[in-house]
Structures are given as structure tokens and as C-alpha cells.
């Protein structure tokens, strides 16, 4: 990866369509490598969810066009949440097998063109029309269920979702791209109003429009273009059934850290945990060399949808055991080291946890969140937050290795990539 | 256009400059301001217009048919892998495990919350119905679940997992997945 842009995501951009949005991103990647013009660009990938929040068909050709990109190879990916970071891969997966030596990923979403609850409509036709939506299609319902039988199962608590909610956004507060910006207490997120038990409106993201870049090469055009490259050292991608009914109640996907006895009397998946999330991150980790993940990556950017996904995440990505995810939380590992949340915690900062103050804060553009994490993550590696984000605050001392995760429906589609210092 | 041609092309009472016919239809706004200095129409606000969009589908159930032809009949349908040993309670006609073709079999009118929310929210078709309660719903012998409605209860504080419910149909099916719901056993 030699760059990346955002544009800042808000509620409502009615100033711009999505193409001057991208375009807008688009600028900012290639205003950080003037080497870059756009004529050794070899071809692009459009990411971006819902036609339905567009009202056009073939949007990705719009972009491609508007930047002036045709006649160069495009093509879109969709994958509901996922689809950013399916779109971040496919474009890595251009460059890796020699078709070109420079991709542009691109992605945009819309959401302000309906009002909140009919967009809530929109993102719960992304689950099964025949058995799951009519019965009362609601994402937030799907999550709190899930969350319901994470709590029954592991004794996962509401105040340990809550300084999920504190932890992002108390880290946006220094990141000048995310929609919110406030420092709250876990008193806040239990008093917000309840969304779907016990999802409160501040466990939960919110929509944005918005538009993220990441232009990556290989690795001879790379230094070409920059002398702080990002090398891409693992991709894994996940899937899982639809409907969260038909998941199958087994054993547990063992990561390389955790051994059978871990789980005696674990039914896996069920409702409670993410197989896809699990099964990608295993594919990237291979791919890496990572047996420890708690150890060898230094920071991750994942998608927090709710403060419960957040949870159930860390468990997916074997920073922690399966179950011990709220008292990961609760004892401070994914806290950034250097902020100040308002409370005591004893272990704050072993592996920072979105500290770009991730979906729940930043915002949730469904096509751009996933490169956004990306570009965030490539700007940690850098080391450059300082001079994108105005300050310096949550730049992380230690960013060699990061880790960007994807994710969509319950859990169906799930993208583990791993970003590394290239210099 | 110069005066003389203008004079050329002068319309008649047969013969008028060809125009769309002028309606209200549509119309929301008259007037629209514009500025005389080009310069300054970046700094323009965003026109922002509405746009209905209705579709009517024929939507097919397909080989899920049966589900809901069991339902009007107040039975509840799942499927079965018989070399799998393994039943669907949300049908589905293969089997991914073995690729196998599954059975129709009836499952069990009760059953007990796998998992539940109560959404004080939802997608704008729903709205109107909130607060209302959605279950997982776990069956004895039955290897996956079904998604439903629980009626019977005014909050999430009146629903446990493991709670034992019944199945109840709508008199008047409507084909949809809601003509089953449950209340509490
Ligand atoms: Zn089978």
C-alpha cells in the first residue's frame, strides 16, 4: 500500500454525489504521492453496499469515470459490512497475481439520501426476505439477540459493552475524520436511549456518507512512489450461513494459541460468536507467520458495528479466549496507552483497539469503512497520524504490524487483512 | 438567430415552435434563484429533491413453498437429512452438509427462547410495531432455529432463555413467515 484518503464522513453530504466524494478521497491519497500520476495506474476496484442508498445501478462506473480512470480495468465488490475490506483484497489480489502494478481501491456509500429508518429497512433487506426480514428486519435486533446469548453463555456484561462505546469515542475525539467526537462515561451509554435490549443508541453506529481511497502497488513501483511503504503480509476471508438460525452449534476453530480443552463445553458458533471472523483470521495469521496474535500485532482496526461485535471480536481474532472478551475490556488491553478515558484500568494499552475511534465513532459509510480502517491503519504504520489528524495523540508508539477486519450481516461475510511495515 | 430569419420562422396559428405542453405536475418550486455572476455558483447550496420509488414484486417462494402452504394449515414445517441425522427448523431443501435433497417433517409447536430482543426501533415497515419482541427459537430434536415473534409479554425483563414457548398461527394466513408466532408455554 503506498497511500490512502478519506473524505470526512458525516451525517449528510447533499453538497456532493458520491462520485465527488471519491474524488475527494482520490485527491487526498494521491496529494501524499505526487511521485503517483495517474497514468501508472493500472485499473481500480469500486466498493460501495447498497444500490438502494444510490438509486443507480452501476455507481462504480460513475466513480471510475469521474476520476478518469476508464478505459482501465474496473470491476465491483460488494459484501454488505465486509464490503471495504472484501474490496481492499481484491485489489491486493490484482497486484499479487501480476495483473496490474498499481490498483486504486475505492468505496462510497450514501446513506443520507432516506431517512434513518428507512435506511435501516435497506440494511435489513441484507438478510434472508423470506424467513428473517419480514418478521421484523432490524440489524440492531439481530446484534442484541446475539448479545443476549453471549451474556447467557460467557456473563458478559452491559457496563463492559459500555467502555466499548467510551473507549472509541474517547479516541475520536483526536481523529478530525470521525462523525463523532465526545468523551462519555459508561453511565452515558446505559442512560442513551434503548435501541434493542441492551443495545442503547450509543452501543450502536451510526450512518454516514463518505467516501475512502487506498492505492496499492507492488513492491518495485512502491518504493518508486514512496520510501514508507505498507507491505500486505495476510489476507483471510470468512463466511457464514445467513440466517443466524441455520449456524451450527460444533466445536471451536482453534487458533494456533488455544488448545481443545480450552472448551470443553462450548457449542461453536451458535448465535454468540462469529466462525467467519474466526475462520479469516486464521487464514491471515497463516499467511503472516502470527501464532501469538496478542503479542505480534501491535494495534487493530475492527469493525465495531455494536460495542457487543467489538466484544465478540476480540474472542473471533484470539486476542483473548473465547468468553474472556468482556473482562478484556474490563482490564484495559485494548485502551490506547496515552489517553485519558475517565477511568482506572490495569492493563490499559497491551494492543490498542480502534484508536481512530472506529465505526462507532468515525462513522459507518457502509463501502468506505473498510478501506477508511485501512487508510487509519496505513497512517499508524507510517507513523504519519500526527501530521494527517493534526495531532499527535493517538499515534501509537509501537505500529509495525496492524491488523484490519471487515464485517458483514451476522456475521456472514467476515475480512481479516494484516499490514506491516514495508521499509 | 438573426432578426431576418427570426422574421422567417415567425409561428402561425397551424404552425407554433414545437414545446412540451406546460403542467403543475411535479412542479414544487417556481423561481429558482440564480446568480448573474457565474463565479459564484460554486458556493451554491445543494438542490435537494424528492423521489418517490415504489415497486410491486411477484415473489416466488420456490422450494420453500410447503413452509408456508403449512403454516395457512397451522403446522409447523421444518426439513430433515435423514443420512445427516440433522433437521432444519428453518427449512431448506439441501441439505450443506452432505448436498443430499432433504425431506419435509413437522416439528414441535413448542419449544424455548435459544435468544431474544426486544426492538423499541426498527426498519420503517416495522415502526409502528415497535416495541416488539423477537426470539430465537430452539426445539427439542431439532438441530438449527427459527426466528420469530413473541407475543404475551410487555418487556425484555419478562423474557429468559430457556423460557418454554408455544407456537400460535394467524386465523387468516397472509403467506408470510409471521402467520406462526409464539407466547409463552
Ligand atoms: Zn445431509
Redesign the pocket.
Known amino acids: 500500500m503506498v497511500s490512502g484518503g478519506v473524505s470526512k464522513f458525516a451525517k449528510a453530504r447533499p453538497d456532493a454525489t458520491f462520485q465527488k466524494m471519491v474524488k475527494e478521497a482520490f485527491d487526498h491519497a494521491l496529494g501524499d504521492v505526487p511521485r503517483l500520476k495517474t497514468d501508472r495506474i493500472d485499473g481500480s476496484v469500486a466498493s460501495y453496499f447498497s444500490d438502494h442508498f444510490t438509486r443507480q445501478l452501476m455507481a462504480g462506473i460513475m466513480a471510475t469515470d469521474y476520476l478518469g480512470l476508464c478505459p482501465k480495468p474496473n470491476k465491483r465488490i460488494e459484501g454488505g459490512g465486509a464490503t471495504g475490506g472484501l474490496c481492499f483484497q481484491a485489489a491486493w489480489e490484482s497486484v499479487a497475481s501480476g495483473r496490474m502494478n498499481c490498483c486504486v481501491a475505492f468505496g462510497f456509500e450514501t446513506m443520507s439520501r432516506v431517512q434513518t429508518w428507512k435506511g435501516n429497512e435497506f440494511i435489513a433487506l441484507a438478510s434472508d426476505v423470506n424467513f428473517d426480514y419480514p418478521v421484523g428486519g432490524f440489524y440492531s435486533g439481530y446484534y442484541a439477540m446475539m448479545v443476549n446469548r453471549h451474556i447467557h453463555e460467557f456473563g458478559t456484561t452491559l457496563e463492559q459493552m459500555a467502555m466499548v462505546s467510551v473507549k472509541n469515542h474517547g479516541n475520536a475525539c483526536f481523529n478530525p475524520y470521525a462523525q463523532k467526537r465526545k468523551r462519555i462515561t459508561v453511565q452515558d451509554v446505559r442512560n442513551a436511549e434503548m435501541v434493542a435490549y441492551p443495545l442503547t443508541l450509543l452501543d450502536i453506529c451510526v450512518m454516514s456518507d463518505g467516501a475512502a481511497v487506498c492505492i496499492l502497488a507492488d513492491e518495485e513501483t512502491a518504493f518508486q512512489l514512496t520510501d514508507r511503504p505498507v507491505r500486505i503480509t495476510g489476507v483471510g476471508t470468512g463466511t457464514d450461513m445467513m440466517r443466524m438460525a441455520d449456524r451450527p452449534r460444533g466445536k471451536v476453530i482453534l487458533a494456533p494459541n488455544e488448545k481443545e480443552s480450552d472448551y470443553r463445553n462450548l457449542t461453536y458458533p451458535g448465535v454468540h460468536s462469529f466462525r467467519a471472523g474466526r475462520s479469516a483470521a486464521l487464514q491471515a495469521y497463516r499467511m503472516a507467520g502470527i501464532t501469538d496474535p496478542l503479542r505480534e500485532i501491535d494495534f487493530v482496526e475492527l469493525h465495531d458495528a455494536y460495542t457487543s461485535s467489538e466484544i465478540q471480536t476480540y474472542e473471533d481474532l484470539a486476542l483473548c479466549r473465547y468468553g474472556g472478551g468482556g473482562r478484556f475490556i474490563e482490564e484495559g488491553h485494548p485502551f490506547l496507552p496515552r489517553i485519558d478515558y475517565g477511568m482506572k484500568l490495569k492493563k490499559k494499552g497491551t494492543i490498542p483497539v480502534n484508536p481512530s475511534g472506529g465505526l462507532i465513532a468515525c462513522g459507518h459509510p457502509v463501502g468506505a469503512t473498510g478501506l477508511m480502517q485501512a487508510v487509519f491503519a496505513f497512517w499508524q504504520i507510517q507513523g504519519t497520524i500526527g501530521r494527517h489528524f493534526g495531532s499527535g495523540e493517538l499515534q501509537l508508539k509501537k505500529a509495525e504490524r496492524g491488523l484490519i477486519h471487515s464485517h458483514a450481516g451476522t456475521g456472514t461475510y467476515v475480512t481479516v487483512s494484516i499490514l506491516e511495515r514495508g521499509w | 438567430m438573426s432578426k431576418k430569419r427570426a422574421r422567417l420562422t415567425k409561428p402561425t396559428a397551424q404552425h407554433r415552435d414545437p414545446g412540451l405542453e406546460e403542467v403543475m405536475t411535479g412542479t414544487t418550486v417556481f423561481n429558482v434563484p440564480f446568480p448573474a455572476d457565474l463565479s459564484t455558483l460554486k458556493g451554491m447550496s445543494p438542490l435537494v429533491i424528492r423521489f418517490p420509488y415504489s415497486v410491486e414484486y411477484l415473489h416466488s417462494y420456490g422450494q420453500d413453498s410447503p413452509f408456508f402452504a403449512g403454516l395457512a394449515n397451522r403446522k409447523l414445517l421444518g426439513t430433515r437429512?435423514?443420512?445427516?441425522q440433522?433437521t432444519y427448523a428453518t427449512p431448506r431443501l439441501h441439505?450443506?452438509?452432505?448436498?443430499?435433497e432433504?425431506d419435509w417433517t413437522e416439528l414441535p409447536q413448542q419449544g424455548r427462547v435459544h435468544t431474544f430482543t426486544t426492538c423499541y426501533y426498527g426498519s420503517e415497515e416495522f415502526l409502528k410495531e415497535t416495541p416488539f419482541h423477537l426470539i430465537l427459537v430452539e426445539f427439542d430434536g431439532v438441530d438449527t432455529l427459527l426466528l420469530a415473534r413473541l407475543i404475551g409479554v410487555s418487556g425484555p425483563e419478562e423474557i429468559r432463555i430457556e423460557m418454554k414457548v408455544k407456537a400460535k398461527f394467524r386465523r387468516n394466513s397472509q403467506l408470510k413467515t409471521t402467520d406462526v408466532y409464539f407466547v409463552p408455554a
Open positions: 437429512c435423514g443420512p445427516c440433522y441439505c450443506p452438509a452432505c448436498g443430499r432433504t
